[in-house]
């Protein structure tokens, strides 16, 4: 079967690529820049890509973009939403993630090839669901964040994640597309790509030994989010939306697993600030499980990101 990949060579879509090629499906991958080798080479050294790898330019603000990557596709994942801007979050970050998955999901309607769109969602898209957040509070699915809420908290990147589900649910239903989503909270393990992913770079600094800031974070392999995207895929019955969360917890916990796990490293035991830590919550995992996945544990994540690292020789 083909399959389409948007954001085709980012942390988690090299991965749903590479394990892709590995289940056989011949896969085109849409980037922005396949003229940069540190974008596109990874991508073309995976096992298959010789034989079953097509890359596609497209940009997720230009209309019809996608339209030629998609046609004759039996899945498309579309992975591809900025994760970081520097002056203009409208422009930076809304933009390309609320306009382009709709500019995706026009090319889905336009070709009948189409059986299922795996949209790569957020736990941010869950999260500021005004409700409380306290250690007996279990987040699932059935959470929407609040857009007035992001705003106001002037969480944007959250914002976006919230706004380009909420238009993709209102668009699939209009358009009769089967859309699954996925919701990873922040993703860790190795990376494909040669340069060191926004959602990995704060396990670096704290091994660089930066105090730990006193907030709290749910942790997954970046392997179990490619095959939940996969599974969703290609389960018949998979539907509506995935939490993909193996632990939530204080960073100073983190902090103490990778004193643990590498003695040797200087990593710093003090928080940014004195105030009382932030209190944790729980994830479902009943959904994710339901798809088959089996969690890494973040102990096993955590050192593979370390040695990854160390291959690359950022440590
Ligand atoms: P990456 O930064 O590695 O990948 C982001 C992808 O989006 C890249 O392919 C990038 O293309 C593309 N992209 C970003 N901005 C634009 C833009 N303006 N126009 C076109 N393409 C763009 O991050 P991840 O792999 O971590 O993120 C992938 C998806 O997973 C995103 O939707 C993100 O929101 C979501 N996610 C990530 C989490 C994490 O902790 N990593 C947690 C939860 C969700 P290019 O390579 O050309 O820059």
């Given at each position: 079967k083909v399959v389409c990949v948007i954001g085709g060579s980012g942390f988690i879509?090299?991965?749903?690529?590479?394990?892709?090629?590995?289940?056989?499906?011949?896969?085109?991958?849409?980037?922005?820049?396949?003229?940069?080798?540190?974008?596109?080479?990874?991508?073309?050294?995976?096992?298959?890509?010789?034989?079953?790898?097509?890359?596609?330019?497209?940009?997720?603000?230009?209309?019809?973009s996608f339209d030629s990557a998609i046609d004759g596709c039996d899945g498309v994942f579309h992975t591809a939403s900025p994760v970081s801007y520097f002056n203009d979050p409208q422009a930076e970050l809304l933009d390309p993630a609320v306009k382009g998955t709709l500019n995706v999901l026009q090319?889905?309607?336009?070709?009948?090839?189409?059986?299922?769109?795996?949209?790569?969602?957020?736990?941010?898209?869950?999260?500021?669901?005004?409700?409380?957040?306290?250690?007996?509070?279990?987040?699932?699915?059935?959470?929407?964040?609040?857009?007035?809420?992001?705003?106001?908290?002037?969480?944007?990147?959250?914002?976006?994640?919230?706004?380009?589900?909420?238009?993709?649910?209102?668009?699939?239903?209009?358009?009769?597309?089967?859309?699954?989503?996925?919701?990873?909270?922040?993703?860790?393990?190795?990376?494909?790509?040669p340069e060191v992913n926004e959602s990995v770079k704060p396990i670096l600094s704290l091994i660089n030994g930066a105090p730990f800031p006193n907030r709290v974070f749910g942790w997954v392999n970046v392997k179990d989010v490619a095959i939940a995207h996969i599974q969703a895929y290609e389960i018949p019955t998979a539907s509506g939306r995935y939490l993909i969360v193996e632990r939530v917890m204080h960073v100073s916990e983190l902090v103490r697993i990778l004193r643990n796990l590498y003695p040797s490293l200087q990593i710093n035991d003090e928080c940014e600030d004195d105030k009382p830590f932030v209190a944790t919550y729980q994830v479902s995992k009943e959904k994710a499980e339901s798809l088959g996945i089996e969690f890494t544990p973040l102990e096993v994540t955590l050192k593979e990101t370390v040695e990854c690292f160390r291959e690359k020789n950022i440590l």
């Open positions: 879509a090299s991965w749903i690529v590479n394990l892709l090629l590995q289940r056989g499906y011949t896969v085109r991958a849409t980037l922005r820049d396949p003229s940069n080798p540190k974008k596109v080479d990874h991508l073309l050294k995976l096992h298959g890509a010789k034989e079953r790898l097509q890359i596609f330019k497209a940009d997720l603000l230009k209309d019809g090319s889905c309607v336009k070709s009948p090839s189409v059986k299922r769109v795996v949209l790569t969602s957020s736990i941010s898209a869950v999260l500021y669901a005004d409700r409380p957040l306290t250690p007996n509070a279990v987040v699932d699915e059935t959470w929407f964040s609040v857009a007035d809420s992001c705003s106001k908290l002037e969480r944007w990147y959250s914002l976006s994640k919230t706004l380009a589900e909420d238009e993709a649910w209102k668009f699939a239903k209009k358009n009769g597309i089967d859309m699954v989503s996925i919701l990873p909270s922040r993703v860790a393990g190795p990376l494909l790509q």
